[in-house]
């Protein structure tokens, strides 16, 4: 086996029972000249992809994918003081939190989890967030799409005020949005205008990049 498809494979198992860890292979590809560019593509966001798809299909639940961002994680330390220096671009950047009122984040941290897996630049903006400050961290990072997680029924009006206050902004029209949680559906995302809705952190990366290339 390669040192890249090592790395695929140690991101997959989340570093448990492989003969080496992501970051020890990150290390050593680096070692044998393999470009920052490969490594993280062929090795690191190849490996994702696959715990994407096999959460997308049930094949693995939450906590392989945990794992598994562990391991991208602790490979991604490694890379990323080289990926500062080099010329790989991010595919693009994504600004995503929990709504105001809404307190739960596993899920949305899984959906920043992979879409940093698939080569974003996420910025989390955390829980309870105020329309008013996922506008100005878009405005701050520059951001190509804004992510919106709610778990509560109580709380899905959050995402309508936060879309009409980004419409209503100087970021309006520049910028997509996203939506998702347990009881957001896809007639919700249409009701509200938001340009996105995914029900799964492995969908929402398809999402983010089919918004982003329109
Ligand atoms: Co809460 N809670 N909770 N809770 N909680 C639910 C959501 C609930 C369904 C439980 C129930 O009653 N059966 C219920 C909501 C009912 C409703 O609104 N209809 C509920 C309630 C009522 C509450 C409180 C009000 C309870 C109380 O205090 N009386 C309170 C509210 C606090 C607040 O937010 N203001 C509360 C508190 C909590 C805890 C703090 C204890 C904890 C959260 C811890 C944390 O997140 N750090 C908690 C938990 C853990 C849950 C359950 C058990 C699990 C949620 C979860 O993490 N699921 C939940 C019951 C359940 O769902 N079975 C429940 C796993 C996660 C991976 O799934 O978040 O759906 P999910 O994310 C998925 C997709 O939805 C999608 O991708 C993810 C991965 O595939 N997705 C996106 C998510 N965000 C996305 C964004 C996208 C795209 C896709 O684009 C940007």
Redesign the pocket.
């Known amino acids: 086996m390669s040192t890249l498809e090592e790395l695929a494979t140690a991101i997959i198992k989340g570093n448990i029972g492989v003969p080496a860890k992501s970051d020890e292979l990150v290390q050593r590809a680096l070692d044998e000249g393999i470009p920052v560019k490969e490594i993280l593509e062929d090795g690191m966001i190849g490996g994702m992809g696959v715990i994407g798809e096999r959460f997308k299909k049930c094949e693995v639940y939450?906590p392989e994918v945990l794992i598994a961002a562990r391991a991208m994680k602790a490979a991604m330390a490694v890379l990323k003081p080289l990926l500062a220096e080099s010329d790989i671009e991010p595919v693009g950047t994504v600004v995503?939190g929990t709504v105001k009122?809404?307190?739960?984040?596993?899920?949305?941290n899984?959906?920043a989890m992979m879409l940093e897996g698939a080569g974003f630049n996420v910025v989390d903006v955390g829980i309870d967030v105020a329309p008013e400050k996922f506008i100005e961290e878009a405005k701050k990072a520059g951001a190509h799409v804004v992510?919106?997680?709610a778990?509560?029924?109580?709380t899905m009006p959050a995402m309508k005020t936060t879309i009409e206050a980004i419409k209503a902004s100087d970021i309006g029209g520049k910028i997509k949005t996203?939506?998702?949680?347990?009881?957001v559906t896809q007639a919700y995302a249409n009701e509200i205008s938001a340009d996105g809705f995914?029900?799964?952190?492995a969908s929402?990366v398809d999402k983010v990049k089919e918004l982003i290339a329109a």
């Open positions: 939450v995503i009122g809404d307190l739960h984040d596993i899920g949305k899984l959906v992510g919106m997680s778990l509560l029924t109580t996203i939506i998702g949680g347990a009881p995914a029900p799964d952190a929402a």
